[in-house]
DNA sequence: CTACTTTGTTGTCAATGACTACATTGCCTT
DNA sequence: AAGGCAATGTAGTCATTGACAACAAAGTAG
């Protein structure tokens, strides 16, 4: 029996990663402090020394959640090809995360969180958002899309695609595959965006 | 002091209506089978005689909630206008119901459910889609929109319009307003399943 | 060496979901 | 009308959990 020393050492790092583990597994309601204390061999009241409470090590989950996420996206709208590609690797990027970690999507936009992460979460969470925003300008500016207001043109894809994401995620996409949504999904919008401005007509 | 009598009488409801209430109140998570039991005055125990478990009674509250949904997406798409107004309309319908209740919606497309009553509420929730394909055929008979698979355009609207009512239940919709986001996105959709259709740009 | 901070331990409390044994009611059959 | 019986409600119990407080150990700065 090797002794423990009574400091671990990285205990912050070591309680997020396996209670990201653990919501893949059993759900973010599955998810107690105590038998995450027990899988890292610290007792019941350790991990308040980093957590005030349970909340708080969900919010620090969802926030490397998103940053995790941004590195994908941003990846794909830095990948080759012309605009159109792109806009469709974006896409994807944004589903397989979710795919990958369906658990951890739904922590991600979890409406409840402290009033003090919020703001930071808030605000990375939006990062991908304005990924798909530059690129409409790009285009817009390319003329490859019709002019039209960029900010509601990437909230658009944001929200299709964040819907394709959740679906896949929770598996209620039932006769198709995960890509052929995503490339249904693109298509359509960009179809749209080519278009007309679709949301100057409104009357 | 009323005598209370030894049997409720519509228990089963009376804890389903409160449950819906108290969903929109605190949460899912907030909801208790105690504190419910106590706010219909009724001891601890009596809800499991309705309810096998907290789960199955969540699973209640979302077959309901679908119920509910289906019907005013019906009564959307019967409404009258052209095809492009009730298409519209559906959206708006859907995102209309998520907006006034969000709790409720996180429950009725919540991924762990008890598998025997997965079955019913998938075939239910699945009744809306169904709508909006309804629609695409009509719209693809009347020449209105491009032909392609209808299963697959309405489950891109679906997928897109389901994003929208989510992120709308969830009050990640900052700088728009939920009927704009509905406008914005329905637009788009309807704009890239006419893209190709000479006879549609005329409305 | 001593005081202070950080980190982890231990003990405790109320709330909860689930379970069991039992009591009451009212319908159904005879 | 009487007895049986399922449905419904009551009361008590148990393990688990999140939160909290008091204490202990390890590092650190003066």
Same mark, same amino acid.
């Given at each position: ?59 620090? &989950? @969802?926030?490397?959640? =998103?940053? %995790?996420?941004? #590195?994908?996206?941003?990846? *794909?709208?830095?990948?080759?090809? +012309? ?69 509601? &043109? @990437?909230?658009?894809? =944001?929200? %299709?695609?964040? #819907?394709?994401?959740?679906? *896949?995620?929770?598996?209620?996409? +039932? ?29």
């Amino acid at each position: 029996m090797t002794v423990q020393p009574y400091h671990h050492g990285n205990l912050r790092e070591a309680l997020l990663e396996r209670a990201m583990e653990t919501i893949e597994e059993v759900g973010v309601d599955g998810l107690s402090l105590r038998q995450l204390a027990r899988d890292v061999n610290v007792s019941h009241g350790a991990p308040a020394k980093h957590f005030r409470d349970k909340q708080a090590l969900i919010d620090a &989950l @969802a926030l490397a959640g =998103f940053e %995790s996420m941004n #590195g994908l996206i941003r990846a *794909a709208s830095a990948s080759d090809g +012309d605009l159109r590609d792109r806009f469709v690797s974006v896409g994807k990027a944004y589903v397989d995360f979710a795919v990958a970690h369906p658990a951890l999507l739904t922590v991600m936009y979890s409406t409840k969180h402290h009033p003090d992460s919020s703001t930071e979460l808030r605000s990375t969470g939006e990062q991908g958002i304005l990924v798909a925003q530059a690129m409409i300008i790009e285009a817009q500016e390319a003329g490859i899309i019709a002019a039209g207001d960029p900010q509601t &043109l @990437a909230m658009v894809c =944001f929200v %299709s695609l964040h #819907g394709a994401a959740l679906l *896949a995620a929770g598996k209620h996409l +039932d006769g198709a595959t995960v890509e052929d949504v995503v490339i249904a999904t693109t298509d359509t919008l960009w179809a749209g965006m080519t278009a007309g401005v679709p949301a100057a007509q409104a009357s």
